[in-house]
């Protein structure tokens, strides 16, 4: 029996959930590389609380000499679909080209991401594929908003690099349509062969699932990764109010309109429209809150 496994009588262990499976989940301890497998106590089952990939916890041996998960501390955020917890950041990966990107849903990542307390990094991924003029289109949209927007191809090892920066130390998630090359991205960034990659589809054009479960990647710089395949279906209407939708464009100079309600429609003395004529925000980005906006007041899903 190792150390850990000798003391564990007496001590508990703090550690993180880097996997789930079946039941049992697999905890790495502080300042560690091996895992505990784990269970977790009924306690938790009765309180209706289930342990997530992502959760810090302290384990425990119990009276079956079997070790279990005693207590999760508190969530800085946590996801549904997969069930995941205590993401900092979200890689949001688009294509430029095959499948074409739909800004869009980028956007709608972009509130999804926000609205949970996770940092949004845009990635534009095969730029091999897209005319320049299309890309700088793209980089145009999202270079007057606050948010870090990086593109490249699997050769480009300098923006690698930069994204590296912005995840190091960090649990950092990919989100985003199929297809895009969000396990590509997954195997540069983390140890080797950390993911499996699909073949896009010729038929469809559509990338094949390949993730089997939840787990937390090690990174090369340190800190973790997650795909989660599934975020990419939102519905905003059913999450956010009307009067808050505005408040996840941050590049909306809020506060300066005559009437503190402004949605920046058609209200007179409207800072935000003001910005609109000047240049100051992309007509796209606009036109997307617009649309969202009326989605939300019109409580209508079906995007």
């Not at 998960?69 to 993401?87: A, C, Q, T, W």
């Not at 429209?273 to 007041?297: A, M, N, T, W």
């Amino acid at each position: 029996m190792n150390k850990i496994g000798l003391c564990m009588k007496q001590n508990r262990i703090s550690g993180r959930i880097i996997k789930g499976i079946g039941g049992f989940y697999y905890v790495r301890p502080d300042g560690s590389t091996s895992l505990l497998e784990c269970k977790a106590r009924g306690v938790f089952r009765h309180q209706k609380i289930k342990p997530m990939v992502g959760d810090f916890v302290e384990v425990v041996e119990n009276d079956s000499d079997e070790l279990a998960i005693d207590k999760i501390k508190p969530r800085k955020n946590e996801f549904v679909r997969p069930p995941v917890s205590n993401v900092d950041v979200a890689l949001i990966v688009f294509a430029g080209e095959n499948p074409s990107p739909n800004l869009l849903l980028l956007d709608k990542l972009l509130i999804a991401s926000e609205m949970k307390a996770v940092e949004p990094v845009i990635c534009i991924t095969k730029t091999d594929l897209v005319e320049a003029d299309e890309l700088q289109r793209i980089m145009d949209i999202y270079a007057k908003t606050p948010y870090k927007c990086f593109a490249f191809d699997q050769t480009d090892n300098i923006a690698l690099q930069k994204i590296e920066r912005e995840i190091a130390g960090k649990t950092a998630f990919l989100a985003g349509p199929s297809g895009v090359g969000k396990s590509t991205l997954a195997n540069r960034l983390c140890e080797a062969g950390a993911m499996e990659t699909g073949e896009l589809s010729q038929k469809l054009n559509r990338g094949k699932h390949t993730t089997r479960h939840v787990e937390l990647l090690d990174l090369k710089v340190g800190g973790y990764l997650l795909d989660t395949p599934g975020f990419s279906s939102l519905k905003l209407d059913s999450e956010i109010e009307k009067e808050d939708l505005r408040f996840y464009f941050p590049e909306f100079e809020e506060g300066s309109c005559r009437f503190a309600s402004c949605l920046h429609q058609s209200e007179p003395g409207c800072v935000v429209k003001q910005q609109l004529e000047k240049g100051e925000i992309s007509q796209v980005r606009y036109e997307h809150y617009s649309y969202l906006l009326d989605e939300i007041k019109n409580k209508r899903s079906d995007y």
